[in-house]
């Protein structure tokens, strides 16, 4: 087991989410999955209570907790994407199983992680600063999937 591991919350469908994820992301996958010795509060004993999976190498905890609580924009994936093919396919499969866009690179899955799919151009653009950097900014405020091509023409003016 990792030393720093991110836990998920979900209600009850962890499994279902890290299938998802193992799928859709590459170097993701799932690892154990472990259910729960005996009733709980929001299940009986049996239910998949924790699932160990990895979204790009990162290690992680899915946990059905029940509907305690909700996600929030407070915490999300951030992936790093090389191009608009790539860019679409993240942001197709994520709104396209169930999930809905926002703004700025940010989409929710149907189980409400959020998402930020964001091109390197962007990125890179934000890190140099300058003029480069607010014309990319203010491209990106008008979007909501990321236009690559929009980026690289407002970073050149």
């Not at 509060?41 to 998949?48: C, E, I, L, R, T």
């Not at 679409?88 to 989409?107: K, L, T």
Request: net charge negative.
């Amino acid at each position: 087991m990792a030393k720093n591991t991110i836990c998920v919350w979900y209600n009850k469908d962890a499994e279902e989410a890290a299938r998802f994820y193992a799928e859709t992301f590459p170097d993701s996958s799932i690892g154990s999955i472990h259910r729960a010795p005996s009733d709980f509060p929001s299940g009986k004993a049996g239910d998949v209570i924790v699932v160990n999976f990895t979204v790009i190498g990162i290690p992680c905890i899915g946990l059905n907790g029940g509907p305690a609580f909700q996600h929030s924009e407070a915490f999300s994936f951030q992936i790093s994407t090389e191009d608009q093919a790539e860019t679409d396919r993240y942001w197709n499969a994520i709104v396209g199983n169930g999930g809905r866009e926002s703004e700025c690179g940010w989409c929710k899955d149907k189980w409400g992680v959020n998402w930020q799919i964001t091109p390197r151009v962007l990125t890179e653009a934000l890190a140099i600063g300058g003029d480069e950097g607010r014309r990319a900014f203010e491209a990106m405020m008008t979007m909501r999937k990321i236009d690559v091509a929009a980026i690289e023409k407002a970073r050149k003016g």
